[in-house]
């Protein structure tokens, strides 16, 4: 599976000079980004093609290759496929269309794929797939991409993200929306029809290559048991959004990437069974990975409120008890600690701030709170209002690790505000109300999962039995 991403040597198969040749973009972005393996492109000129050599077939290359990234017409495939498995090259990204998704002719183009190159040992990715992204190793085989593109800062962003999406246009928009947030990503892949290597092989692969956090958009999920078992063995938090929740849905998701689903709600049984984390929109995929990777896990569900705004104290009391979580029943003791710490409108949960207050203050409160018995967690809703209050949430970080207890974090102010303080300070905010308590609910769902496991109470035998997807059938 390392090849897949940090290949020494790569064959961009069907890179030539002709306007507008996909394969082209792929070899300039190599380029680009400094990736330092060796490049070859084969076209039937054998001409060179961004600066690095060109030759007319794959068995003419005179040098072992690591991976080949397939970018020709889809009746050529299985044709190249059988190259470069007899060149000795054991890992491929077919990015090309044309197969499954277009049909009975193209499933059957497929199939015939997949008996040459599973015969030869070979392992690959797609087809009809973007490729591969490793920001660690300045590698990316995305076709289209330009040299002036915003997602060639990404590249070169590292982080410990890691996504498997079935939509080039869903790994751009994650991206791009990463690239204002205080994450980067470890590696992306864009599975299309996954014929071969699928999600399953892919959280197994991320457990021991520095992620922390799996973001999936799934659009089928034919291989349910393997996926199932592959979620029972990770240890990271596994965040999915799924398509084909509705007949319209499922439609739309078999002509992208041949998906079919036949029943959803097995998919999502099986999910909480293994403790996957179902996401609610797709926005959720680059907005809620944070909450893991800055902040310490939710071990309960009692979360103090803390505000400037009383009106924002009922918006989120109604939203973390939607969200399965609940307002925490400060002690008197507490309350007592709170009032003497500052002007305080309201000392009870939700904890209403009064003007005049410093940065201390601040600090002393969220401290209060966070060595509260009766808190597991803070939701800070705090108009930027003073410089002091960003300064104060820089430091929160700290408190929250020193307590083993998490915060999200909303200013309620405008998002185009919110995203510049989350550059330029490294503050972890959410943008909205919603997006804050989902961040928490899903850290809860996910520490309770983690204790599942560790207890046996997730993953045995009464368990998978509950499971009613065959090894072989579709859940998805």
């Known amino acids: 599976m390392e090849r897949f991403f940090s290949p020494r040597s790569v064959v961009i198969v069907g890179a030539s000079n002709r306007p507008f040749n996909l394969g082209s973009t792929i070899c300039s972005l190599l380029k680009t980004v400094?990736?330092?393996?060796?490049?070859?492109?084969?076209?039937?000129?054998?001409?060179?093609?961004?600066?690095?050599?060109?030759?007319?077939?794959?068995?003419?290359?005179?040098?072992?290759?690591?991976l080949a990234v397939v970018l020709v017409p889809a009746r050529h495939v299985p044709d190249v496929a059988r190259q470069c498995a007899e060149k000795g090259i054991k890992n491929?990204?077919?990015?090309?269309?044309?197969?499954?998704?277009?049909?009975?002719?193209?499933?059957?183009?497929?199939?015939?794929?997949?008996?040459?190159?599973?015969?030869?040992g070979t392992r690959y990715l797609g087809p009809n797939c973007l490729g591969t992204l490793s920001s660690k190793d300045r590698f990316c085989c995305f076709f289209g991409v330009s040299s002036?593109?915003?997602?060639?800062?990404?590249?070169?962003?590292?982080?410990?993200?890691?996504?498997?999406?079935?939509?080039?246009?869903?790994?751009?928009?994650?991206?791009?929306?990463?690239?204002?947030?205080?994450?980067?990503?470890?590696?992306?892949?864009?599975?299309?029809?996954?014929?071969?290597?699928?999600?399953?092989?892919?959280?197994?692969?991320?457990?021991?290559?520095?992620?922390?956090?799996?973001?999936?958009?799934?659009?089928?999920?034919p291989r349910g048991r393997k996926f199932y078992e592959a979620a029972l063995r990770s240890t990271?938090?596994?965040?999915?959004?799924?398509?084909?929740?509705?007949?319209?849905?499922?439609?739309?998701?078999?002509?992208?990437?041949?998906?079919?689903?036949?029943?959803?709600?097995?998919?999502?049984?099986?999910?909480?069974?293994?403790?996957?984390?179902?996401?609610?929109?797709?926005?959720?995929?680059?907005?809620?990975?944070?909450?893991?990777?800055?902040?310490?896990?939710?071990?309960?569900?009692?979360?103090a409120v803390f505000t400037n705004s009383g009106a924002f104290g009922g918006i989120c009391a109604d939203l973390l008890v939607e969200n399965g979580l609940g307002m925490a029943v400060l002690s008197a003791e507490t309350q007592s600690k709170l009032k003497k710490a500052g002007h305080l409108f309201n000392a009870a949960?939700?904890?209403?701030?009064?003007?005049?207050?410093?940065?201390?203050?601040?600090?002393?409160?969220?401290?209060?709170?966070?060595?509260?018995?009766?808190?597991?967690?803070?939701?800070?809703?705090?108009?930027?209002?003073?410089?002091?209050?960003?300064?104060?949430?820089?430091?929160?970080?700290?408190?929250?690790?020193k307590y083993a207890k998490p915060a999200a974090v909303y200013v309620p102010n405008a998002i185009k505000k919110v995203i510049s303080i989350r550059e330029r300070r490294g503050v972890?905010?959410?943008?909205?109300?919603?997006?804050?308590?989902?961040?928490?609910?899903?850290?809860s769902r996910f520490w309770e999962a983690v204790h599942s496991k560790r207890s046996g109470k997730i993953g045995g035998k009464h368990q998978g039995a509950r499971v009613k997807a065959s090894r072989d059938t579709r859940v998805a």
Not at 35 to 57: I, L, R
Not at 166 to 178: C, I, K, P, R, Y
Not at 377 to 392: A, R, V
């Open 34 to 66: 400094g990736y330092d393996g060796a490049v070859y492109a084969v076209n039937s000129s054998g001409e060179n093609v961004a600066g690095f050599p060109g030759y007319p077939s794959v068995s003419e290359i005179p040098f072992e290759v690591d």
């Open 92 to 120: 491929l990204i077919i990015e090309s269309a044309g197969f499954a998704e277009e049909g009975a002719e193209g499933a059957r183009l497929q199939s015939r794929l997949d008996d040459i190159v599973t015969s030869r």
């Open 148 to 221: 002036g593109s915003t997602l060639i800062e990404s590249i070169a962003r590292q982080g410990v993200i890691s996504y498997v999406i079935q939509s080039g246009g869903v790994a751009g928009l994650v991206l791009e929306s990463l690239q204002s947030d205080v994450e980067g990503v470890n590696k992306v892949v864009c599975i299309g029809n996954k014929a071969d290597v699928d999600e399953a092989d892919l959280i197994d692969y991320f457990e021991g290559d520095g992620t922390e956090v799996i973001g999936m958009y799934l659009e089928n999920v």
């Open 236 to 303: 990271k938090p596994i965040l999915v959004y799924k398509v084909g929740r509705t007949r319209e849905g499922v439609l739309a998701a078999s002509s992208h990437t041949a998906g079919m689903a036949n029943d959803n709600r097995i998919f999502e049984t099986a999910c909480r069974q293994a403790g996957v984390i179902g996401l609610r929109s797709v926005s959720e995929l680059h907005a809620l990975p944070k909450i893991f990777t800055t902040m310490p896990l939710l071990r309960g569900r009692n979360v």
């Open 349 to 401: 949960n939700p904890i209403d701030l009064g003007p005049g207050l410093s940065k201390q203050t601040y600090l002393d409160i969220y401290e209060i709170l966070l060595s509260a018995p009766e808190v597991d967690g803070l939701l800070p809703i705090t108009s930027l209002w003073q410089d002091f209050i960003i300064d104060s949430l820089v430091d929160l970080g700290d408190l929250c690790r």
């Open 428 to 443: 972890p905010l959410f943008e909205s109300p919603e997006e804050a308590v989902r961040a928490l609910a899903v850290s």
